[in-house]
């Protein structure tokens, strides 16, 4: 995870909990995911793939919060 991604959910705290979120958040949130993961996957309004997506970011973020 790269420090920009980590700027960007520091500014977006909300992404990563339990709300409907934006397209380009959405956007944005799958680009991180791809990343950090090596997966191409693709934003999709299934409610259960972008719960896994945001719950595999989770884990990285606050891994990386926790090596700060």
Same mark, same amino acid.
């Given at each position: 995870?790269? %420090? &920009? +991604?980590?700027?960007?959910? @520091?500014? +977006? $705290? +909300?992404? /990563?909990?339990? *709300? #409907?979120?934006?397209? @380009? &958040? /959405? *956007?944005?949130?799958? &680009?991180? =995911?791809? !990343? *950090?993961?090596?997966?191409? !996957?693709? $934003?999709? #309004?299934?409610?259960?793939? *972008?719960?896994?997506?945001?719950?595999?970011?989770? +884990?990285? =973020?606050? %891994? !990386?919060? #926790?090596?700060?």
């Amino acid at each position: 995870m790269t %420090q &920009e +991604h980590i700027d960007w959910l @520091d500014q +977006h $705290p +909300h992404i /990563l909990k339990n *709300v #409907s979120i934006k397209k @380009d &958040e /959405l *956007v944005k949130l799958f &680009e991180i =995911y791809n !990343a *950090v993961t090596g997966e191409r !996957a693709r $934003p999709t #309004s299934c409610g259960r793939c *972008v719960d896994r997506t945001k719950k595999t970011i989770k +884990h990285y =973020y606050d %891994q !990386a919060r #926790s090596n700060d």
